[in-house]
């Protein structure tokens, strides 16, 4: 239950991560059916799904499916002949671990990736009608009233529409931020001279939808709301999962709650370096070979390692560890 209460808490910190429930285990393994863990964005892996091997291969294919955000039935067997080609098998992956005990393991993974933050700053009844629309179709709403509100460094969309007050800093904290989707609720005539004002780059103004949405003809606040929405989804990035020990900033949350950007007058913003130390781009899963039982492995801080004349091997578990390090040569 305390594993089920960290897994609430991390929905609600908007951090991603992969339930790993053992659905089935064959003797002989060390966990059992209902054992739970989950698979954190840095590769921690609180709970227990098994030994040190099993622990290897389910940590690397969950970072991997935080990447997609998909979610599937894992079967680890010492045997190199797995029932992937069976008929009805779509679904389920299966990774032959040479070092585990003699038993099989197979293990619900299941990706929870936040939604997507749509930030909008502004009281007016577009403001108000965006927020509602983004939760209407899955997406997570927020919406702040004034300027002195910081922005989410995870939001994959900021829409001003406050009409006139503090637009300027607003925009100009968003583009420096690096936010996916940056966009103005005005006018063409207001938004071309607003654009004007700002003290950025021709390229960094480009970023900015002004005026926003799409031309679908809208008039009322629930319209323009869902013009805004539409372009804000065709022009969404493809989701991606953290690189290790580094914060998120595309499409999905913090490990930790991040250092926001505070909206402040403009020689007081943050520069771009700065920002992008603070918030890092996702890259893939870095994985690296066992070299005693070929098997791959997730190199994260806290995957076993060893070093040896300079050189980083990393291991799936324990007993490889051993007998490298008794023998290097043996596997180089």
Request: aromatic letters at 4%.
């Amino acid at each position: 239950m305390n594993l089920l209460v960290r897994a609430d808490q991390l929905r609600v910190g908007r951090t991603p991560f992969v339930l790993a429930t053992v659905v089935r285990a064959e003797r002989p393994t060390s966990a059992k059916a209902g054992d739970r863990a989950l698979v954190l964005p840095d590769g921690t892996i609180e709970g227990f799904v098994g030994g040190t091997c099993a622990e290897s291969t389910v940590r690397l294919q969950g970072l991997k499916l935080l990447e997609t955000g998909e979610s599937t039935l894992l079967r680890i067997t010492p045997d190199a002949e797995g029932p992937e080609d069976r008929p009805g098998a779509e679904g389920l992956l299966t990774v032959a671990n040479p070092c585990l005990s003699g038993g099989t393991l197979e293990i619900f993974l299941e990706a929870m990736i936040p939604a997507p933050l749509v930030f909008v700053y502004g009281e007016a009844p577009v403001a108000r009608a965006l927020a509602d629309v983004a939760r209407a179709v899955g997406w997570e709403g927020s919406r702040a009233e004034t300027a002195q509100t910081s922005i989410p460094l995870d939001a994959s969309a900021v829409v001003v529409a406050s009409h006139g007050r503090d637009e300027a800093e607003i925009l100009t904290a968003a583009v420096k931020a690096r936010i996916p989707y940056v966009a103005l609720v005005a006018s063409r005539k207001r938004a071309t001279a607003v654009l004007a004002e700002l003290e950025l780059s021709d390229a960094e103004k480009a970023t900015i939808h002004a005026p926003a949405g799409l031309d679908i003809g809208a008039r009322t606040a629930p319209e323009i709301a869902l013009s805004v929405l539409a372009e804000i989804i065709s022009s969404r990035p493809r989701q991606t999962a953290p690189p290790p020990g580094e914060p998120v900033r595309i499409m999905l949350p913090l490990l930790e709650k991040p250092p926001a950007v505070q909206i402040a007058p403009a020689a007081q913003i943050a520069s771009a370096a700065q920002i992008a130390s603070a918030a890092q781009i996702a890259s893939a899963v870095q994985i690296a070979k066992d070299p005693v039982c070929n098997m791959d492995v997730a190199v994260v801080p806290d995957a076993l390692h060893y070093q040896h004349e300079g050189t980083v091997y990393y291991f799936c578990g324990t007993g490889c560890r051993r007998a490298f390090a008794d023998a290097p040569g043996r596997y180089l």
